[in-house]
Structures are given as C-alpha cells and as structure tokens.
C-alpha cells in the first residue's frame, strides 16, 4: 500500500467521506488512491476558491468535517480565501496541500511558497517533515480540526512521499475529548445575576450550532422566558418560527432591537464573540449584567466587560444554567411580537409585487417556494442582508452564510458542499449576480457531479451595495459600479454549462420557477430580476 492510499484510509477510518479539490500532478497519488473506492467521494471542483468553500458548506450543514486536496502555490493560494472563511466560522476541515518536496525547498521550485504563508489563516498549519511522521499527522490534524474551538488544519505533504509504501509503525487511535465544561461556581454567579432580571435577553451565536446545543439553547429560553435573538452566524440556531425567535442582530437590527438590548437588565451572551458586524461597529449598548459564554478566553472583554465570563462550550453551559434557574415570566413572547414587527411594517412598504422586485419582495417569493426543511446557502453582498432579516429558516443547519470574512462567492460551491453532504435534502443557493459571478463555474461542477443544488440569482446588473456607498459617501454617480449596458443572460450561461434554467420576474412566476426547480432532482437556476435603486437593507432597516 502506499502512503497516499494509508492517508485516505486515515480519513475514512475518522468519518470523512468527501474529498473536495482539483487534481494537478503532485496530488495524483492521492487520486489513484481515492479512485474505485465506494467509501468516499472526490468532487471535483472547477476553481480552487471554490473547493475550500464547498467544504465549509459542507461542514457548516453537516457539523462533519471534509477534506480538500490541491497543488501547492497558485491551488494553495487560491484555497486560502474559504480557509480564513472556515477559520473565521470556527468551521473543521482538514486542507491536504501537497507540498515542494525538503531537497527542492528554497531553490524556487514550480509553485514554492513558504509554508508560513498560511499560518493566519488556519487554526494550525503543519508540514509534514518526514515520510514516517505522515499518518500520525493526519490523526493529529483530524484531532485538532474537530476539536473545540473548531477550524481549517492544513497539512503540508511534500509530493515525493505519497507514492512511497506505507511505513511500518502504529499510530494511536483519535481521541478529541468532552466538550468543555463550565466551572460549577462561575455557573452559580451567572444563574444568580440573571436570575434577579425583569427584561433578559438571550444572545446565541455560531458556537451554539457547532456546539449542537439547539435543544439546550431552546429549553433554557422557554424556562427562563426569554427573547432569543441570534447574530448572523448564528441564524437559526432557534427555530426563527419558535415564539421567543426575535430576530437576527446584523448591519440590519432595527432601532427597536438595539434599544432592548441596552435597555435589558440582563443579557445572556452565548456561542459569539461580539464582531463589529453583530454589534454594527460597537454601537450595540449591552447591559451592565452581561454573562458571556465563549470557547476563547480571548473574546471576554475585547468589546463588552462581562459581569460574569464562562470559558466553556454552550452546550454543556446551557444546560447548567438550566437546572440553576426556576421557571420565570418575563412577558417575552409580547417582547418577540414588537421586536419581529419592527421589521415587517418597514419590509411591507417595500413588498409592492409589481417587476422589478425588490429583494425582500423576491426573497418573500423564494421562501414561499422553498421546502420548508430545505438547506439554504446565502452569498456574502447586498442581498444576504436583506436575507438575514426576512427570510426565516427552520433549523441550526438549514442555514448557511459567510461570517465576518464576507466573502463573495461563497453562495454556489457552499450549496455544491452541502448537497454532498447532505444528498437527501433539498439544497437552494442565494445569490447576488456579482457574487455568482465570482464562482460561476460551479454550475458546471453542479451538473458534472450531478448535484441537484436549485440556484437563484438576483440580478440587478449593479455591485449596488458599493455603488450606493460611492453615491453617497463620494459623490460618485448613480451605478457607478454597475453593468446595465452589458448585461449578463444567466439562464443561457447556466444552459451552456448542462444547467437548465429560467428566467422569474413576478412573485408567482419565482414562486412557481422555485418549486419546479427543487423537484426537479437535477441542478437548475432561476434567475430573478430586482430593483437596482432599492434601498440597501442596513441603511432602511436600521434607520441611517
């Protein structure tokens, strides 16, 4: 056997099953080695960029974590736009780049880079220094990628080893641990603080969902009587169709989101580390009787001083709390109805029906199209706002978006990872033209993998979110960054890839386009012309 098919071996034996990348010579070993087997899968992908975010998608839906193999250099490279994403989103993956081998290194070999370039954009960023050191390093890399706080390991493999036989040796058996737990006396004082409030809030972010803590996150609000609103990594970590979900804090929160929260008595504050994108640059007033629970003890305190700061992971924390706190009455589903209010009466004026729609008009359509127990990826842009705050998803991983990295083109090869791993459900990629346009070869991966993702494309002919910000911040004219008079046919771009697809521009068309296109059991995009002057969702909805 050689050492390429003991490195795949390694990967199967720790449950992963899905391989994303592009082959070039130096990765061919570990190709041949994956070629034939029925227990894992090669996708191949059409864009390096693609393949590093195709396995967040993956894991982001799926909380299991994927491999990806690319060329060193220019493949690496490209990789490290969906590694900092994942590394942002604390997303596991285990990034397999083949590197220049030792006695080549440093004499400019094809693709050499340094393999401290990638140091910051992964959770560690090993190079495997001899062929005996392989197998043990890729143990060690699963370990450490699916490990608490979660995130992307890259492991450098120079070339020369992987054809090698395997080397004789044991390697010991993966073990990551329990889940962090929280000290019994610091769960005490947060239970008391909270206890002694009249107008809580709850606060989940993105470690409730890699923490699987939805059942724990839910039992706690109702015994406590709490409003439940998330960040927007967070976004359905609480059913946003349960009575205590209020709402995703965002460039969006309305006025009467932010004034709740800073005039709470208490927040919970669980799973997040408080961005500038939640807090809309710190702007967020957060009560003087915070409880903040986090995976880094580098969160506590960095933009809130926490009355009380847990080090520990938000499954195990909420269910302490809750055998710590008796049943209360806080009023909170009157406080979810104003708060989801303040939204809908200002989307309303916005919802007319009538072509071009406008994004929330659109989004409402697609919602209503779209299987309610569908896995739906957003792209980064102008229009995942709007999707933030008005398109309600079901579940912790029905939903998936960039975090603070804001990557465009995201939308695409994230949907194309999580149908692969999640190949029963209904998959819907959300995106902007600008941003499909930055991955619009994946359609083609779509139809050669046969990944049946339903894709919509919201095109408005217009960067919109950075022209409106050149109009009026700099003068510039109106669509200064837009591209109306040459404009982009993506029904008949996605027909040329093997992509069926059609053209919605009324509500009952993109609904009607939507549900044809989910039951079709084969990749299509529906693309759906809207407003290139509607409002932008953080201006109009936070009142700027």
């Known amino acids: 056997m050689t050492l390429a098919a003991a490195v795949i071996d ?84 285990v990034h397999i780049a083949v590197e220049t081998d030792p006695e080549v290194r440093g004499r400019d070999g094809i693709h050499e880079t340094p393999p401290e370039t990638y140091d910051t954009v992964t959770k560690a960023n090993r190079v495997v220094k001899n062929p005996d050191g392989v197998l043990a390093e ?35 058996s993966l073990d990551s641990g329990e889940l962090t737990r929280p000290p019994a006396d610091t769960v005490a004082d947060a239970a008391a603080i909270l206890s002694d409030a009249d107008t809580p809030v709850v606060i989940a972010g993105g470690g409730v969902r890699s923490a699987a803590a939805t059942e724990e996150l839910v039992s706690f609000a109702e015994r406590y009587d709490a409003p439940v609103l998330t960040t927007y990594k967070g976004k359905g970590v609480i059913p946003e169709d349960h009575p205590l979900s209020a709402g995703v ?21 669980v799973g997040t580390d408080f961005d500038e994108l939640v807090t809309r640059g710190r702007t967020l007033e957060m009560p003087d009787s915070l409880v903040h629970v986090t995976l880094s003890p580098d969160d506590l305190g960095t933009n809130y001083e926490p009355a009380v700061g847990i080090v520990a992971d938000a499954k195990p924390t909420l269910a302490a709390l809750n055998g710590k706190l008796p049943i209360s009455d806080h009023d909170a589903e009157a406080v979810v109805d104003r708060l989801r209010d303040s939204v809908a009466r200002r989307v309303e004026e916005l919802v007319d029906g009538e072509p071009p729609l406008t994004s929330p008009g659109a989004l409402r359509a697609v919602r209503e199209g779209v299987p309610d127990d569908a896995i739906v990826a957003a792209d980064a842009g102008g229009f995942r706002i709007w999707t933030l705050a008005t398109f309600p998803v079901a579940g912790p991983r029905s939903y998936v978006n960039p975090g603070s990295w804001a990557t465009m083109g995201s939308g695409l090869p994230s949907a194309l990872g999580a ?100 039951n079709a059991d084969e990749p299509r995009l529906v693309e759906v012309p809207t407003d290139p002057e509607e409002p932008q969702a953080s201006d109009y909805l936070s009142g700027n």
């Open 10 to 93: 390694r990967l199967v034996e720790h449950g992963i099953d899905t391989v994303f990348g592009i082959p070039g010579k130096q990765t061919l070993p570990l190709n041949e080695a994956i070629d034939g087997r029925d227990d894992v899968r090669f996708v191949m992908a059409r864009h390096e960029t693609a393949v590093s975010q195709q396995a967040w998608g993956y894991a982001e839906t799926s909380g299991r974590p994927a491999a990806t193999v690319v060329v060193p250099g220019p493949g690496d490279m490209n990789a490290m736009n969906g590694l900092k994403n994942a590394y942002n989103d604390n997303t596991p993956l």
């Open 249 to 269: 804090l965002c460039g969006a929160t309305t006025p009467e989101m932010h004034e709740y929260v800073a005039e709470a008595d208490a927040a919970l504050a």
């Open 419 to 518: 149908q692969a791993a999640n190949p029963d459900s209904d998959v819907v990629a959300l995106t902007g033209d600008g941003g499909l346009m930055m991955a619009v070869h994946e359609l083609h991966t779509a139809a050669d993998e046969a990944l049946p993702v339903t894709t919509v494309v919201f095109r408005n002919e217009d960067y919109a979110i950075i022209s409106d910000g050149a109009e009026r911040d700099h003068g510039l004219p109106q669509g200064a960054y837009a591209w109306a008079d040459s404009p982009i046919d993506f029904v008949a771009l996605a027909e040329s890839m093997g992509v069926g697809a059609t053209r919605a521009e009324t509500p009952e068309e993109v609904r009607e386009a939507i549900e044809a296109a989910v």
């Open 138 to 172: 890729v143990e060690r890399a699963v370990e450490t990628a699916t490990t608490a706080p979660k995130g992307p390991v890259r492991l450098g493999i120079p070339k020369s080893y992987l054809p090698a036989a395997e080397p004789t040796g044991g390697v010991g």
